[in-house]
């Protein structure tokens, strides 16, 4: 079975590493990766704990089909209660980290307690060790990766760590791994820094870590999966041609594009920041930003970017070590670092990204919260002084500057660093922090696209696109057609959404494949990997059951059903421009119709028939 | 016709399906430690470049070994590993200046690339086409056709 049926528990205040035997009848219930480490977590831990504290725990987590031929079966995940929100938090990252952890003979790694000093942990095969990270604290996530390989002489460890962000609790700080992938939302990283732990290096070369149920069937329905992404439009053409980043235009032009903190839905830069502009040649130095696209482990799509800067831009003329090639932006990152603070610069949303990566913070969370500080700088509610310089929407020097601050709390940044949610309320205008829960939107309009809005609200983890994306059926016509504007079905079409994603992303596949792939093309791969069944049904039911877990979790931890919400902008401030000009989003519509599809009070909580049906 | 490995870097996208074949090939595991193709990042130059044995006429891997361990496949021109024969003494690892045969600690011997008997797993797994297994006398046919499509044959076709 595709499971190593090993959890190694770490006890960062003892500093112990003690493996124990996964719990199969979890697994049975819970598949892996997401669902599986989410049930450990809310068996083991206090919804109402302070996510900084000690008795919070981290877990890293793979799924069955993490470490496999499966396209794009290289994923992990990041659990633990979020600093942000104060509810679950769950991040998923690709790279090459989770299938070495798995080819090291872990299914997942469960952080207790907080150390006393800084460590990383050091997995080899069977063998784990805290390390003495105090030369480390205050280094950079990229610094952090080239002194472990350095110091054990092993070039081929896989490193994910923190870097300042991290440290300093920037409240969205993200654990960077492979460089630049990155569990990246809802502030894992910094829930690492509160326990001192400032890496986890890997190096997996076990040929026995787990055994696949059927591997002439596994082989078979991965070569299947293969050819379906390579054959659709999707995942065969625009991920792999323009990355993510393929949506800028499209989405620009459905007037769905959050521009300056949401004041506007289209942004008359978004050509500028977009995928066709990564392709182009500079007319600075006649080169494109884009050097060439990189791959996931296992990934047959490709979607990740790889760019060069001009050296000659003013964010790094003097900084050769951002001259040479790195990780490019993807379409969430350069909308936040882009239209929402109304930057076109290409090359300075290009350098933020790295500078995001390089010290390991969240591009959506810290590009909305500066789009939110410059509404704020607009309004007259923000001085310059109190910040050091102008922050006006559009300019490019501002965000940039912010970016290096936040990172290491300097100044102002460690304002910007706490998210829009706090830096609104401080300055007493919270209704102008775009973000549910406390998480900042992604590059969405819930004005535009009615189902995205009722994502976003019902989201377990704030306002997050990767729960159920909307924009599938809205916008892509997958797996059909929907209006933006119509409310009639999406309730139905987003909980289908969203426990399809749950089963996604407890298997170690990428949520990406699902452009291509429906249920039965992941249910075969699946149930070829995994003992036990894994039919269709029970699928989505184990899909149903998480989110239903994540759900009970938060109210646990004191959230309700009000918690359920879109900032009043987007309910009152009608759009201003495009084709949805006008609209204004209709969630009270939806939301009533969402919790009886889910078989939850009107108040939002799971009935007891429901949570009799799904066995928690 | 002999026919031999082919690698473009340029459409290599470091995606390690070719690693997980050559493991699953040999080890029935997806374990890309133990691949005996390996694909390297170049990351400050945006370059991903997989690597493995050339299968030199001249082997020095083969002239190396002192009990005679490495054979020729005369059939693929692969230069093969007998496992029964390998004492694991590691100078073929010395001899071979492209460090291509490499030591196993796990079954103490070497291995290095045998092109899997004429169907080499990683050229199938490749999605991109970087790597291929073509006519071994005809390995630069791509790079000249690529070139010939460049040459300017007349002012009234361009």
Known sequence: MAWTKNVLRVNLAAGTCTPEPLNMTWAQEYLGQRGLATKYFVSEVDPKVDPFSPENKLIFVTGPLTGTMAATGGRYSVITKGPLTGAIACSNSGGYFGAELKFAGWDMVIFEGASPKPVYLLVTDGQAELVDASDLWGKTVWETEEHIRKVHQDPQVRVAAIGRAGENRVLYAAIVNDLHRAAGRSGVGAVMGSKNLKAVAVRGTRTDAYRLADPEAFIAATEAGKKALAANGVTGQGLPTYGTQVLMNVINELGALPTRNHRDVQFEGAQAISGEAMHQKRATDGKPNLVTRGACFGCTIACGRISRMDPGHFTIKDKPQYQGASGGVEYEAAWALGAANGVSDLEALTYANYLCNEDGFDPISFGATVGAAMELYDLGILKKEEVGFEIPFGSAEAMVKLAEMTAKGEGFGREIGLGSKRLCAKYGRPELSMTVKGLEFPAYDSRALQGMGLAYATSNRGACHLRGYMVSPEVLGIPQKMEPQATEGKAAMLKAFQDLTAVVDSSGLCLFTTFAWGLPDIQSQIQAACEGDWSPEHLLLVGERIWNMEREFNLAAGLTGKDDKLPPRLMNEPAKTGPQKGAVSKLDVMLPEYYQVRGWTADGVPTADTRRRLGI | ?158
């Open chain 2, 1 to 158: 016709m002999q026919k031999s490995l082919h690698l473009d870097p340029n459409k290599c996208t470091g995606c390690l399906q070719c690693e997980m074949a050559c493991a699953w090939e040999n080890y029935r595991s997806f374990t890309t430690a133990k691949s005996r193709i390996k694909v390297f990042t170049f990351h400050h130059e945006g370059r991903f470049v997989p690597y493995t044995c050339t299968q030199c006429d001249e082997a020095w891997c083969m002239i190396a070994c002192p009990v005679d361990a490495i054979h020729l496949d005369a059939a693929t021109g692969a230069k093969v590993v007998r496992e029964a024969t390998c004492v694991g003494c590691k100078v073929c690892t010395i001899a071979c200046p492209f460090g291509t045969i490499n030591y196993v600690s796990q079954t103490g011997k070497v291995q290095k690339c045998d092109l899997c008997d004429g169907a080499p797993a990683c050229a199938k797994a490749c999605p991109t086409g970087a790597i291929t297994y073509v006519d071994a006398d005809w390995t630069g046919f791509g790079k000249m056709r690529h070139w010939a499509g460049r040459t300017d044959t007349n002012a009234a076709t361009a």
